[in-house]
């Protein structure tokens, strides 16, 4: 694109320092709220004429507005401006065997709409006269506009969708793998067809993998750029993040971890592909996912509703700590992270007991010792992952004055 000064944008020329003040201002109001011309000019080093500049031609192209004066202090008023939240809106959605939950965002961040669409059953292979993707497109889509209602808005204000999904998109086929346990979500041509449907641009990516970025942006691993977050819950799996970047291996099954094999588990040799259990019947995902924490439970002569009541027993936690510590012990002999957060449900349900216990377990398992911590996000940090991704993806575009 040909700057406005028809330089073509080379860099270092006005229209791209423009550009690159545009988006620091932009960032500074999203982060830190409302603000005067005087302090955007502070943080930026931007001289008061040019601060105002700036800021006329962010509100020319609606991306900023004004919300009222700073009072309280002497001399005159001074305005204060803040991102327009309807510059653009995203999506953010997590899936899982019964449905899909999706909530809708504006720039700024704040969620704006949430439904929930129930999945309809279809099984993951079509038959002839089925097409599985186009009824996983409806149910994705159903969700996406459920929440877009509850927040009076159409598809057309929609400028980037963020799908959490069991698995993982194969980079080399675009296929879903690693989900069996997943119906109509298998097909090669899927991501194009919820492309279609929704108008937008779509990405599919892993759930452990957006509640590693959630803990990264504003969970227990915003100090770190090594660390594993392992997710325990109806399954297993874990997200690597080395130097800072995620880490994806060829097939995109890079931390799946619930096939791994370990003393006691049986072998997962269904595969990742496999039309049965998530973990193919056996693998670390065996030893440690909900089924088993109540199996535990009742072989100690228990009989707890789920899985969260039978971590409120000691002897429960203490033998589900052994089993996560031999398959930690692992994890951490090949990675070597500076730190591990233990996610999901079991890791909440268990919480600081458990964690203390597997600390304990691990003494002389593996060499290395990271931090262990238990994930402090609130509410879905698959959710809140799909949504961090979606907005930087849509501020990108959105906030690029050039």
Do not use: C
């Not at 759930?207 to 594993?228: C, I, M, P, R, T």
């Not at 993040?241 to 370990?262: F, Q």
């Not at 027993?313 to 089993?323: M, P, S, T």
């Amino acid at each position: 694109m040909r700057g406005t000064d028809g330089t073509g944008g080379v860099p270092g020329t006005p229209s791209v320092l423009r550009a690159m003040n545009d988006r620091a201002a932009l960032e500074l109001l999203v982060s830190q709220g409302p603000l005067t011309r005087t302090r955007i000019g502070e943080l930026t080093g931007l001289s008061k004429p040019t601060a105002s500049q700036l800021l006329g031609r962010l509100e020319a192209a609606g991306l900023v507005r004004t919300t009222g004066n700073v009072t309280g202090r002497p001399g005159p008023s001074a305005q204060l401006y803040e991102v327009n939240p309807e510059a653009a809106y995203v999506a953010a959605l997590s899936v899982d065997p019964g449905g899909v939950t999706a909530v809708v965002a504006d720039i700024t961040g704040r969620v704006v709409g949430e439904e929930r669409a129930a999945a309809d059953g279809q099984d993951s292979r079509p038959t002839d006269g089925q097409d599985a993707g186009s009824a996983t497109a409806r149910v994705v889509t159903a969700a996406v506009d459920g929440a877009l209602a509850k927040a009076g808005l159409a598809r057309g204000d929609l400028h980037r969708v963020v799908i959490g999904t069991p698995g993982a998109l194969d980079p080399r086929t675009g296929e879903l793998r690693y989900a069996p346990h997943l119906p109509g979500w298998h097909s090669r041509a899927l991501l194009g067809e919820l492309g279609d449907a929704l108008g937008v641009p779509v990405v599919v990516e892993n759930d452990v993998n957006l509640a590693a970025l959630a803990e990264q942006y504003e969970g227990s691993a915003q100090d770190h750029d090594d660390f594993v977050l392992v997710w325990v819950d109806e399954g297993v799996g874990a997200a690597i993040v080395l130097g800072g970047t995620l880490l994806r291996g060829a097939t995109g099954g890079a931390g799946e971890i619930g096939y791994m094999p370990l003393p006691g588990a049986p072998l997962a040799r269904g595969g990742p592909d496999a039309a049965a259990a998530p973990d193919a019947g056996g693998g670390f995902q065996s030893l440690v996912g909900q089924p088993a924490i109540l199996t535990i439970a009742r072989d100690l002569g228990l009989d707890p509703a789920d899985a969260a009541e039978a971590l409120a027993d000691q002897g429960v936690v203490d033998e589900v700590a052994r089993r996560l510590a031999t398959g930690l012990a692992a994890v951490v002999a090949v990675v070597d992270p500076e730190l591990v957060v233990l996610s999901g449900l079991v890791a909440q349900a268990g919480g600081e007991r458990l964690r203390v216990r597997v600390e304990e377990e691990l003494t002389g398992l593996a060499l290395p010792r990271p931090q262990l911590r238990i994930s402090d996000i609130e509410g879905d940090p698959i959710l809140t992952g799909a949504l961090r991704t979606a907005l930087v993806q849509a501020r990108d575009v959105v906030f690029d004055t050039a």
